[in-house]
Nanobody
C-alpha cells in the first residue's frame, strides 16, 4: 500500500513557474512507477509525465514536453513536477499516482492507460492571464 500526498499547487500568473511535490509513504523500499496527471473542470483526466524511481525511464505527454519536468528525490521518497511558462489552460487539479514494481511490467503502459492503483488527493493549480 502506498499513500501519496501532493503539495505545491498555487494561484499564479501566466508565464510563471511552479514545482509540485508528491510525497510517498509505504512500500518506499520498492522501485515505483510514479505518474502525474491533471483534470480541469468539465474535462477528462490528462496524463502529463511518469517516471520510474531509482534512475528508471521517464515518459512525457507530447503536449507538455519542454515545459514539464518530472524528477525524483529518492532520499525524501518524493516525486516532483516542475512546470514553466504556465498558461491559463494549465489550470487544473494535479494528481500523482503510483504503482510498485513490477507495475504490470511497463510503467509506460501504466501511464498511457492511467492505470495506477494508488492516487493522491490532488493539488490545485490556477493560472490567471
Amino acid at each position: 500500500q502506498v499513500q501519496l500526498m501532493e503539495s505545491g499547487g498555487d494561484s499564479v500568473q501566466a508565464g510563471g513557474a511552479l514545482s509540485l511535490s508528491c510525497a510517498a509513504s509505504g512500500a518506499t523500499d520498492s522501485t515505483r512507477c510514479m505518474g502525474w496527471f491533471r483534470q480541469a473542470p468539465g474535462k477528462e483526466r490528462e496524463g502529463l509525465a511518469a517516471s520510474v524511481t531509482n534512475g528508471g525511464s521517464t515518459y512525457y505527454a507530447d503536449s507538455v514536453k519542454g515545459r514539464f519536468t518530472i524528477s525524483h528525490d529518492n532520499s525524501k521518497n518524493t516525486v516532483l513536477l516542475n512546470i514553466t511558462s504556465l498558461k491559463p489552460e494549465d489550470t487544473a487539479m494535479y494528481y500523482c499516482a503510483a504503482d510498485v514494481f513490477p507495475f504490470g511490467g511497463s510503467c509506460r503502459l501504466r501511464f498511457l492507460r492511467a492505470d495506477f492503483p494508488f492516487w493522491g488527493q490532488g493539488t490545485q493549480v490556477t493560472v490567471s492571464s
